[in-house]
């Protein structure tokens, strides 16, 4: 019997008992030790817990260390351990492991729990509530999005696919992130945009990479169509943006990325086997297509759609043009 299971240990980054915690309950998760829902509740009695003793001993002693490694943080601090553990485990999960699908059943999970308000201090000394497990387009999604947003960058940006460990973990990111999306928990299209921006540009044939980066980038952009093609399509038809002047979907967004796809399936310039990931996204592109608009993330992430917009209004980078 093949073991599938996942080791996280590598990734932590912890002093204190209770992050060590939290780390190895989304380990058991991933790897179908724990229920989930059981595990959520877990997790959340204990960033109850140490918010509540790090706010106690702020309140006695302002200078009190903040360090969330160490077990020393307020509810933000907390989840921002929580949110970098699930980035960074994402990355060493393979993208047809059922840890991936875990990772996003736990921030669903989170948010059932009964609201839980913890006391914080701002950093002058302010008491403010914080609700914790909220994530709200209205509440910058608790960090997470920024959280996830940084981790793209300081992990990809400056030696972009170094080695092949690293397209890897680029590639599992991309499932992760897409994931996210598809299930509604958090609009991670800012980050899309890193990973696709020149597979989506109106030139169709346009490539500034090199080889292997690029086969990296169509290995990531077709993740995006295995675990979230239906969404993506549902922006490109609604014409969604984001924010007002942010990258704006249209079918247009749509049909430039199928024609790369097609593109890179049939030339010989290319591995076997990112052709063979190219097809297979044609093929689901072609298969979305068919079944038409069949999710509501438009809706449920409090995107604009602008119905009816015209696709020749945007530049070559597919933003919103002044």
């Not at 917009?309 to 980078?317: F, K, P, S, Y």
Request: charged share 25%.
């Amino acid at each position: 019997m093949i073991d599938n299971s996942i080791d996280l240990e590598a990734i932590g980054r912890h002093d204190s008992g209770q992050a060590k915690a939290i780390d190895q309950l989304i380990q058991a998760i991933v790897n179908g030790d724990r229920q989930i829902s059981q595990a959520a509740q877990e997790i959340s009695k204990i960033v109850i817990k140490q918010s509540e003793a790090y706010f106690t001993a702020r309140s006695s002693d302002p200078a009190t260390e903040y360090s969330p490694s160490s077990g020393k943080a307020g509810p933000a601090g907390w989840q921002e351990h929580i949110w970098d553990y699930l980035g960074r485990s994402s990355m060493v999960i393979p993208v047809d492991h059922p840890g991936h699908a875990s990772l996003v059943s736990l921030l669903l999970e989170l948010q059932k729990l009964p609201k839980s308000s913890v006391r914080a201090h701002t950093a002058d000394g302010e008491i403010y509530d914080v609700e914790l497990w909220t994530l709200t387009k209205a509440n910058h999604y608790s960090h997470l999005q920024q959280d996830l947003w940084q981790l793209a960058y300081l992990d990809f940006q400056s030696e972009f696919a170094a080695s092949p460990e690293d397209c890897k973990r680029f590639v599992n990111y991309s499932a992760f992130l897409a994931r996210l999306l598809a299930a509604g928990v958090v609009d991670t299209t800012r980050i899309f945009d890193f990973t696709t921006r020149e597979f989506r540009t109106t030139d169709p044939t346009r490539r500034t990479s090199g080889f292997d980066e690029y086969e990296t980038r169509v290995a990531a952009t077709a993740q995006w169509v295995f675990q979230a093609g239906p969404a993506v399509f549902e922006m490109c038809e609604k014409s969604a943006v984001a924010e007002p002047g942010g990258f704006w979907w249209t079918r247009t967004t749509w049909e430039n990325m199928k024609t790369k796809f097609n593109a890179v399936a049939g030339s010989s310039k290319y591995t076997q086997a990112t052709r063979d990931t190219a097809a297979r996204a044609v093929a689901r592109m072609e298969a979305i297509e068919r079944e038409g608009v069949t999710t509501d993330v438009v809706g449920l992430l409090e995107f604009h759609a602008q119905a009816g917009a015209e696709d020749d209004e945007e530049n070559e980078d597919g933003e919103v043009a002044e």
